[in-house]
């Protein structure tokens, strides 16, 4: 089972960080956390992914625990532009993708 | 950067008709991918392309065909369109390469009526 689970929504004031929370409590040792977003009227965009230790690029930071059983997408400084929503999930070898809900993320001005 | 392009962001038909949903991508990726998104039901997956003139079903492909005769060109053509298939489409491609993420276009919204 491939599932995920995150908040259905997140509201944050401009300038201030977003911590969004995803459990992945049946992930394997070889299943790697994948984040996408989308914003309003545009495709999912990729944003970072990771297996064990943190990782970060130009876009967020990706924190996951060290039983790998939940992960935490930080988002630095929030703009009005973060404002999407945010979909984590587990590809499977095939890469053949599905999103559920994922959590709506509101940025405050 | 990777540029997923779809030919019209919102399109209208009618029951019946023959739809093409086209989508070209170039960055020279083996894969590409047809999907559906709808509220509720999230992200689906309707067909998927992983080389020129090859194709296999995702988890919806009824009502719907696709083709690739170019590597950089995947359509997804709609046989006789009925209203339940009112919805966003999005096309997305992706090299072979290990974790190499998903290119998404922006959508096409498709009204059947």
């Known amino acids: 089972d491939a599932k995920t689970t995150q908040p259905n929504s997140m509201e944050s004031n401009e300038e201030e960080p977003v911590h969004l929370p995803c459990n992945h409590s049946?992930?394997?040792?070889?299943?790697?956390i994948h984040w996408y977003r989308q914003l309003p009227s545009q495709g999912p965009e990729y944003v970072i992914h990771g297996l064990t230790s943190n990782v970060n690029n130009r876009m967020a930071s990706l924190a996951i625990a060290e039983d790998r059983k939940s992960s935490t997408l930080i988002l630095h400084r929030a703009t009005l532009r973060d404002a999407a929503v945010y979909y984590c999930?587990?590809?499977?070898?095939?890469?053949?993708?599905?999103f559920g809900a994922g959590t709506t993320v509101t940025v405050r001005a | 950067d990777v540029k997923v392009t779809q030919s019209s962001r919102y399109l209208v038909k009618r029951t019946g008709e023959k739809v093409f949903l086209e989508c070209v991508q170039d960055m020279d990726h083996e894969n590409m991918f047809w999907y559906r998104q709808d509220p509720g039901l999230g992200l689906r997956l309707i067909y998927f392309?992983?080389?020129?003139?090859?194709?296999e079903k995702g988890d919806i492909p009824e009502g719907y065909s696709v083709s690739r005769e170019k590597k950089e060109r995947f359509s997804l053509i709609l046989e006789s369109a009925s209203t339940n298939q009112t919805s966003m489409y999005l096309c997305?491609?992706?090299?072979?390469?290990?974790?190499?993420?998903?290119?998404f276009g922006d959508g096409t919204r498709l009204s059947i009526l």
């Open positions: 997305a491609s992706r090299g072979d390469a290990e974790l190499q993420p998903q290119h």
């Open positions: 392309s992983y080389d020129v003139k090859m194709k």
């Open positions: 049946t992930i394997s040792g070889t299943d790697y």
């Open positions: 999930i587990r590809p499977p070898n095939d890469y053949k993708l599905s």
